[in-house]
């Protein structure tokens, strides 16, 4: 069966950092993008970062950029997002997704998904 598992989310003062971390298991996410979304409340899921296969590429939501870091270990099947001066805006419910880089980028969507953890920034 196969896991996504997000951990590292809280409440936090704006201007905070959190590091979200995600570990996959019952399979192998070597050959695939990996990426983080959110959804805010009322909102449709949106993909924030991503990171292709090898980790040789980063990709970033523009609200993002500059602030969120992604990185993946392979060894460890995982992903992180680094989340540094965050914003009331940046509150949200935060996942972790793994599949094509292409859908991940073009429709924020994902062929697995974890259950998410929150996040919130208050002022």
């Known amino acids: 069966q196969v896991q996504l598992v997000e951990s590292g989310g809280g409440t936090v003062q704006v201007g905070s950092s959190l590091r979200l971390s995600c570990v996959a298991s019952?399979?192998?996410?070597?050959?695939?993008?990996m990426g983080w979304f959110r959804q805010r409340p009322g909102e449709a899921r949106e993909y924030v970062a991503a990171?292709?296969?090898?980790?040789?590429?980063?990709f970033y939501e523009d609200s993002v950029k500059g602030r969120f870091t992604i990185s993946r270990d392979h060894a460890k099947n995982s992903v992180y997002l680094q989340m540094s001066d965050l914003k009331p805006e940046d509150t949200a419910i935060y996942y972790c997704?793994?599949?094509?880089?292409?859908?991940?980028?073009?429709?924020?969507?994902?062929?697995?998904w974890g259950q998410g953890t929150q996040v919130t920034v208050s002022s």
């Open positions: 019952g399979r192998s996410f070597s050959n695939d993008a």
């Open positions: 990171v292709n296969w090898s980790g040789s590429s980063t």
């Open positions: 997704g793994a599949g094509s880089l292409a859908v991940i980028l073009a429709d924020s969507a994902s062929d697995y």
